[in-house]
């Protein structure tokens, strides 16, 4: 298990993020939020919950599997699916997976949802919420396509592209959170600290 510190200095209550992402961790610096890394060892399964009910259920197991170790925290867990005409579409398995993908996705509106669940230690209390971005892609030619996928960008990101990267050429238009399809929806997360007291931007 992995836990690194980003900051010396020590909040009023230890935050913790429930999640290995380098995208969620350098959102978090961006707003110098104080934090520790704490990855959860959350088995997220395929089932037949809707789009949305999964990926809050994996937001909450991930959430709490962590809370567990500490007694005085804030726990966010964080998890993101990308749907396509009611199909999941995970991280590519290989580069012809990652390359079916992407044929998929072109020329077509996808949906991005992000769930973020946050728990109290201390008090028990928890919220959690879905943020749900559609995603219009350009039509992708095989040349594109080829170019993209060796490039190795999308290797480890669900539905096979980085919206924040060299997959933003190929994204003709957003409808709702940028930052939601980066990973980390920012205006839901401070909408939900809130609710636990802490404001930010921190004064």
């Known amino acids: 298990m992995t836990i690194t510190t980003t900051s010396p200095k020590k909040p009023i209550k230890q935050i913790v993020l429930a999640s290995l992402s380098p995208r969620r961790q350098a959102l978090l610096k961006s707003i110098n939020l104080d934090f ?19 990926v809050k259920h994996n937001a909450i197991g991930k959430t709490q599997k962590v809370a567990s170790h500490y007694k005085n925290a804030l726990i966010i867990g964080v998890d993101t699916i990308v749907v396509f005409q009611n199909h999941f579409l995970g991280k590519p398995k290989d580069k012809e997976d990652a390359k ?9 509106t996808h949906q991005v949802m992000s769930a973020i669940c946050i728990i109290d230690t201390k008090t028990k209390k928890n919220i ?3 943020e749900t971005t559609n995603v ?36 003709k238009k957003i409808e ?4 939601n399809v980066v990973g980390l929806p920012m205006y839901l997360l401070r909408k ?5 007291g802490l404001k930010l931007p921190s004064q």
């Open 36 to 54: 520790i890394v704490h990855p959860s060892d959350f088995e997220e399964k395929d089932t037949h919950l809707t789009p949305e009910e999964l």
């Open 192 to 196: 939900l600290l809130k609710e636990f």
């Open 136 to 171: 219009t892609m350009d039509r992708l030619d095989e040349a594109d396509i080829e170019a993209y996928v060796n490039s190795g960008e999308g290797e480890d990101k669900a539905g096979g592209y980085a919206i924040q990267g060299v997959g933003s050429l190929f994204v």
């Open 176 to 179: 709702g959170d940028y930052f």
């Open 100 to 108: 079916r993908i992407l044929r998929l996705l072109s020329n077509t």
């Open 128 to 130: 959690s919420a879905v």
